[in-house]
């Protein structure tokens, strides 16, 4: 029975080095420099404004769209000092007709489109008893059909050229979960049910899709977030859990890993600190995270407040927040164009 043991331990052992060599192996023949594509053209990237600097920096050209004018001036002059070629066009990607016209002027600007980064994303924060069910069709409608707009425009494009690299950024809160963000949590699983049943069935085309799930990142989102409820204890939470340096990812940072991912064309990763946490806790104790959670839940904010009316930050301050506890995020609000709310 000892040698038995010791067998299936050396073979598993063979296995699992048979396996990862293999996996190290396709990712290293699918990646592709974003400076060059084959034919000696530089890529052409579709992202969104508040995430496009890391790609940008890669060497793509690079076609970044928003909804408002303002997002997308600060975002497209912040880009043209450090050089290179940017198209900026406004864009609400709920519009599936405003989304086809971003991608033809793209491509009559740029000839191809190589890379598309889904980004836009909308989130409500507060308890299921203040939602209402216009929320949750709102943030799916963003969330996830943006990106399903977004897809089906630059397929026929990427099945000509037959290579194509889509990536989704939906959440840990796609994954697993999260208390008080029940719109934002249905849209992300939906966008990583779509994601990765994307990749499924475009493979076939060359078209390879990659699927992030960032844990918590210092972007400074929480200050274009909605609030409802007691809306300053839910703004409260919300923009100390997003600044804590252990549990959240600076965004430059979850930025440099998703753009790594989409490069080497990976299936599917967690944008986190190595020591991150909600991802461990996730992946390797699946329901005993859905216990803690269920008992953090008993510590957030009951209903009440404002009811289901919504308010932004600049609405929502308190003694806690703004504080030495959210400096970190305060920052990255300043350098990512997240200084100001968001038109409805």
């Not at 530089?42 to 050209?61: D, F, P």
């Not at 990106?147 to 697993?176: D, E």
Request: include cysteine.
């Amino acid at each position: 029975m000892r040698r038995l043991l010791q067998d299936a331990v050396v073979v598993g052992g063979i296995a699992a080095g048979a396996y990862w060599a293999a996996q190290q192996l396709v990712r290293q023949r699918r990646w592709f420099d974003l400076r060059q594509s084959g034919d000696g053209q530089r890529r052409v990237a579709g992202v969104g404004a508040s995430s496009c600097k890391a790609t940008h920096a890669a060497g793509a050209r690079v076609a970044i769209c928003a909804r408002t004018q303002e997002d997308l001036r600060v975002a497209a002059t912040e880009l043209k000092s450090r050089v290179g070629e940017v198209l900026a066009i406004q864009c609400d990607v709920r519009d599936r007709t405003a989304v086809q016209t971003l991608v033809d002027r793209t491509l009559d600007e740029f000839g191809r489109i190589h890379a598309l980064f889904n980004v836009a994303g909308v989130m409500k924060v507060g308890p299921l008893a203040e939602m209402t069910e216009e929320d949750i069709r709102e943030t799916m409608e963003i969330n996830c059909f943006g990106p399903l707009h977004t897809v089906r425009a630059v397929l026929p494009t990427m099945r000509q050229q037959r290579w194509g690299c889509i990536v989704n950024i939906a959440s840990i809160g796609g994954k697993r979960a999260m208390p008080h963000m029940l719109p934002y949590d249905a849209s992300k699983f939906a966008l990583v049910g779509l994601s990765t049943g994307l990749r499924t069935e475009l493979m076939q085309d060359g078209i390879l899709v990659t699927t992030a799930c960032p844990s918590l990142m210092r972007t400074g989102s929480p200050r274009n977030a909605e609030f409802k409820g007691q809306h300053r204890r839910e703004y409260a939470w919300f923009s100390i859990g997003g600044s804590l340096p252990v549990i959240s990812l600076s965004a430059e940072e979850a930025a440099r890993q998703i753009l790594r991912a989409c490069q080497f064309c990976d299936g599917e990763v967690y944008s986190a600190n190595a020591f991150n946490p909600p991802v461990w806790a996730s992946e390797l104790a699946p329901t005993l995270t859905n216990e803690l959670l269920a008992i953090i839940n008993q510590w957030l904010p009951k209903p009440g407040g404002i009811g289901q009316r919504s308010a932004y930050e600049y609405q929502s301050q308190s003694s806690v927040s703004p504080s030495w506890l959210t400096i970190l995020g305060d920052l990255a609000a300043s350098s990512n164009n997240e200084m100001r709310p968001r038109e409805a």
